[in-house]
């Protein structure tokens, strides 16, 4: 039995990045040699293991062929036969498919060394086809090492296009998808993701409502990206301006997480008016702090500052006098006191009404304060 360091925890050593996943293959064993040595296995049928003092992952060299549509619809062979280039063979990316023996000599048999000198992103195989999920982890890997000059090979482009064509891609799972999309969002140059989507015509399959899209949102998002952003945030502000349908349509497709959706729908519904500032009056800026919940959620609504903010910017606008305007009545809606109500003989419904009348003269004090 012989293992081997394999996949990015190789392609990163080598561009000199941080490695945080170690992957291991094993050659020339079977899955009761690793149970034997102590491995536990990771599922039913599928040949990884997991080591548990260091919980890194070892499976069993396989090669995989494709028995039905979407992600899924694969058969393993994994057996002691099966040989460490057969094994990278099935692999998506050339740069991916390395690996390095236990003395630290690299086994490259498919050019990935080449590759990563040349700053390619290149397919091993035409087997590349067999899984449409690919044509999103080849955008995600382009969203994180545009910046270290890497672009995707013409000809790995045209299967990207090929795949798109062929209907495999809505074969794939919301969950899958959204796992890609995401960590695609939270890379160093995200707009580069949809770039590629747009190039290798997946953008009209996956995410037909932003093809309307004006480059605004895609500087937005990158603005995000710039500023360390969250998820969230980097959502909201790839989906302003689309209006409310087509966020949740969004949103659902790819069942993002609620705190995603909720972000994003918000800020559709009210960014156009946060911009006004206090110019909107103390009436709508309170029912859109309510519609926030900023007493119990303030943190959405930091987030939702961060959005208008990244827009103006976008456009080229000064965003602090805004996003000022917007933490400061923030902060006097959540400062208005209960208490000296209820001292005052306040309660039930007319304490609400007590409290909403105090709320709206702190948000109209500020106003005036700020005009
Ligand atoms: N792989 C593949 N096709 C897929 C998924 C994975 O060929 N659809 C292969 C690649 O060789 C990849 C390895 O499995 O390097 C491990 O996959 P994963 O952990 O998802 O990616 P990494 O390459 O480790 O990249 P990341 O840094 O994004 O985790």
Redesign the pocket.
């Known amino acids: 039995m012989k293992m081997y360091k394999v ?2 925890a190789v ?1 990163d050593q080598l561009l000199g990045l941080p490695v945080t ?1 170690v ?1 291991w293959v094993v050659v020339g064993a079977t899955a009761q040699d690793m149970l034997d040595l102590g491995y536990r296995p990771v599922g039913a049928d599928f040949p990884v293991f997991i080591h548990p003092p260091t919980g890194e992952e070892y499976a069993l060299a396989r090669t995989e062929r494709k028995s039905g549509r979407g992600y899924g619809g694969f058969v393993f062979h994994a057996s002691p036969e099966v040989t460490l280039e057969e094994d990278l063979l099935r ?2 990316l050339t740069i ?2 390395m690996a390095e023996d236990d003395d630290g000599h690299l086994i490259d048999p498919y050019g990935g060394r080449a590759d990563l000198n040349g700053r390619w992103l290149r397919h091993v195989a035409p087997a590349f086809a067999e ?1 449409p ?2 044509v999103l ?1 080849v955008a995600r890997f382009a969203a994180r090492y545009a910046p270290l000059g890497f672009r995707i090979a013409p000809q790995t482009l045209e299967l990207m296009h090929t795949l798109s064509a062929s209907g495999e891609l809505q074969a794939l799972t919301p969950e899958r998808s959204w796992k890609e999309i995401s960590r695609a969002l939270m890379e160093p140059t995200p707009r580069v993701f949809f770039e590629v989507l747009t190039a290798c015509g997946a953008l009209g399959v996956l995410f037909p409502e932003l093809e309307t899209l004006g480059d605004s949102n895609l500087n937005s998002l990158q603005l995000a990206a710039q500023a360390e952003q969250p998820l969230t945030v980097r959502w909201a502000s790839l989906l302003l301006g689309l209006g409310e349908p087509a966020v949740l349509a969004l949103s659902q497709r790819f069942k993002v997480p609620r705190e995603c959706q909720e972000l994003a729908q918000l800020s559709d519904r009210y960014a156009g008016q946060a911009c006004r500032g206090v110019a909107l009056g103390p009436q709508p800026l309170l029912d859109m702090l309510q519609a926030f919940d900023v007493y119990r959620r303030p943190q959405r609504f930091e987030e939702f500052v961060q959005v208008c903010a990244l827009a103006l910017r976008a456009q080229g606008q000064q965003p602090d006098p805004l996003a000022t305007q917007l933490h400061d009545l923030a902060a006097a809606v959540r400062g208005v006191a209960v208490k000296p109500l209820i001292e005052a003989g306040f309660s039930g419904p007319a304490l609400g009404e007590a409290l909403k009348q105090a709320r709206l003269h702190a948000v109209a004090d500020y106003c005036r304060g700020a005009a």
């Open positions: 996949g990015g392609r996943d992957d692999r998506d991916n498919a899984d999920l690919r982890r």
